[in-house]
């Protein structure tokens, strides 16, 4: 990954504009910028053929003056500490917008997990989380999943943690599997949320969203959901794709159809019937109104974004459009709803799923997801009435917001000793 499209770069470059805008003094912005505890932990694995496998992980708190840190951890090749303190980062000033009492963190390991077998994953997730054991905790630091993870690498990390501390500490993670205290509607809640903002863009923007087509860009976890509610909700899918390529047909896709097609054991979505091959550039570039990038950060970057044809970008993804790039979609008028709003819902039904635990009582999926439209519209309404009257990006305004409350939580507490 280039310098210039770096994701620390970039969320160092936000960070600048919202203490600018704040006028904070060089000592603030030093502290909101530098993590709390950056950890590299080496997870050594024995393989299923007897081969020892040294791999590295991470785990970055950023802040956590507003409570314990809260973020996912991933699975990927390119992880590295420069990509987990960003996406750290990025988690602090999302939990600080969604109004949710948490810091943020975020993990990871450079590894392809498809390359290891299920043994071996579950192998690798419990020598990482016991790397892990004094930092985090229901009160400390709660992971959740991520690129590469899912409910099942929580329940290993969850079971690990509580071997280590004698008793069932539900509250350690979030994104966990229903049967071990997981929240209804967590599985849905970022791509939900995803199609809210969405909703929200389209009606600041005088669109209605039976008329309007979509770009996906990620069929996983987030991209696959988000892209079965917009369509349900009315609006036309045109294009999705996965690491391997994309598909895409005029008329519409159908995503649920495209999920069920996967479930059966297609390991991509290309060459789904029906559907033409198109690359992941070529995705970005199509001529449609919505563009959800729900993969990776730094796609659209100043090399593409002059071709970028969408008239929103709704970021289901975090850091997916580069500080450069942003420059240049602004010129252009195109309306890029940022992913510490965006993609905000998977941490709220995160924090509900930690309240859940914690009274152990639980809510219906309804309950979820009213408070969930509850919180994703206030945060919405808050951050485009910030935009409006400063005369900001909605990026701007969100990160004003989200840095605003952080470093008023550190006036508040004042500074040990
Ligand atoms: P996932 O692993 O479930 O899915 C990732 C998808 O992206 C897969 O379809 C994969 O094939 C595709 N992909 C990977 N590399 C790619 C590449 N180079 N080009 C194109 N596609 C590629 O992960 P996820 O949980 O859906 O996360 C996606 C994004 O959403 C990440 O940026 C993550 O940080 C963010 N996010 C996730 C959550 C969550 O609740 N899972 C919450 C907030 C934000």
Known sequence: MSLESSPWETACVQLEKAVRHLGLDDGMHDLLRTPRRSVTVSVPLRRDDGQLLVLTGYRVQHN???????????????????????????????????????????????VEPSMLSPAERERMTRRYAAELVPLIGPEKDIPAPDVGTDEQTMA???????????Y?????????????????????????????????????RGLDPREVTVAVQGFGKVGALAAQYLHDAGCRVVAVSDVKGGIYNPGGLNPAALIRHLARGADTVVGYPGTDTISNAELLELDVDVLVPAALEGV???????????????????????????????ERGVLVVPDILANGGGVAVSY?????????????????????????????????????????????AAHVIGVGRVAEAHRTRGLYP
């Open 64 to 110: 956590l003056a507003r409570g314990p840190a809260k973020g996912g951890i991933r699975y990927h090749p390119s992880t590295d500490l420069d990509e987990v303190k960003a996406l750290a980062m990025w988690m602090t000033w999302k939990c600080a917008l969604m109004g949710i009492p948490y810091g943020g963190a975020k993990g990871g390991i450079a």
């Open 156 to 166: 290993w990390l969850m079971d690990t943690y509580s071997a280590h501390s004698g």
């Open 168 to 204: 069932t500490a539900h509250g350690v993670v979030t994104g966990k599997p229903l049967a071990i205290g997981g929240s209804a509607g967590r599985a849905g809640a970022t791509s939900r949320g995803v199609q809210l903002a969405t909703f929200s863009a389209l009606r600041e």
């Open 300 to 330: 659209v970057t100043a090399a593409n974004a002059e071709r970028v044809r969408a008239r929103i970008i709704v970021e289901g993804a975090n850091g997916p459009v580069t500080a450069d790039a942003d420059e240049v979609l602004a």
């Open 352 to 396: 509900f799923e930690w309240v859940q635990g914690l009274q152990a009582y639980f809510w219906t999926e309804d309950q979820v997801n009213d408070r969930l439209r509850e919180l994703m519209e206030r945060a919405y309404n808050q951050v485009s009435a910030m935009a409006s009257e400063h005369r900001l990006s909605l990026r701007e």
